[in-house]
């Protein structure tokens, strides 16, 4: 299996640009997390999915912030406008229920 | 929010020492979870206990559960400088249905 895989891995943009990431979970697994990690904050879930639809979205931080998960292999996390206070590292992840969760290796972003 | 808090926030110890984490959380929790992340990397999930268990063993890993006081503790034993890496402890709430991370432990092993 490969793993969660995220895209792209590392992104340099200028405040007010778009950003997308994409994920694409374990095949089988029912469940994917976007979490956001930052020194100052720790890692923090922004939303989740059970069976692709959201269940909760209580952490991401504004409504820049939108996520998606059109089908069962592929969700994306966009900022939009983007500003210098996103830039941290965006983990997805995968699980097959809440006893495990797989972790892709991350998009790092930042913002200037 | 946090639900988990780790101490020490750092460890730096001698190669072959034991390392000790500790984890201290806030509500009734369904299972606890450790997690390992090397630098530049992903989270790798270590081991889970669940509510009912007090003890729990995965090679040179041993996790303990107090529910009494809320708190776990994570030792590994024998260390190596291959463990050097940040250690986070993870709880899913009693009737919850995510995953909620602590600020971790940096651990240092130095050979």
């Known amino acids: 299996d490969a793993g969660v895989i995220q895209s792209p891995r590392h992104e340099v943009t200028e405040m007010g640009q778009e950003v997308t990431l994409r994920c694409k979970p374990i095949?089988?697994?029912?469940?994917l997390f976007w979490y956001r990690q930052t020194m100052m904050r720790g890692l923090e879930l922004l939303i989740y999915?059970?069976?692709?639809?959201?269940?909760?979205d209580s952490g991401m931080p504004e409504d820049r912030f939108s996520a998606k998960m059109p089908n069962a292999s592929f969700s994306t996390l966009k900022i939009q406008p983007s500003e210098p206070r996103d830039s941290a590292v965006y983990f997805c992840?995968?699980?097959?229920?809440?006893?495990?969760?797989?972790f892709g290796e991350g998009s790092w972003l930042t913002v200037v | 929010s946090q639900q988990g808090e780790e101490d020490p926030q750092a460890l730096s110890i001698q190669e072959g020492e034991n390392a000790t984490m500790n984890c201290s959380y806030k509500?009734?929790?369904?299972?606890l979870q450790w997690y390992r992340q090397n630098s530049g990397r992903g989270l790798v999930h270590l081991i889970l206990?669940?509510?009912?268990?007090r003890e729990k063993h995965s090679g040179r890993l041993r996790v303990t559960l107090d529910t009494s006081k809320k708190s776990s503790s994570l030792l590994i034993t024998a260390s190596r400088a291959a463990d050097t890496a940040s250690y986070f402890c993870?709880?899913?709430?009693?009737?919850?249905?995510?995953?909620?991370f602590g600020a971790g432990t940096i651990l240092r092993v130095k050979s």
């Open positions: 992840a995968s699980s097959p229920g809440l006893n495990t969760i797989y």
């Open positions: 095949s089988g697994h029912n469940s």
């Open positions: 999915f059970n069976n692709n639809v959201p269940i909760d």
């Open positions: 509500t009734s929790i369904n299972n």
């Open positions: 206990i669940r509510s009912n268990e």
């Open positions: 993870a709880t899913v709430r009693e009737y919850g249905n995510k995953l909620v």
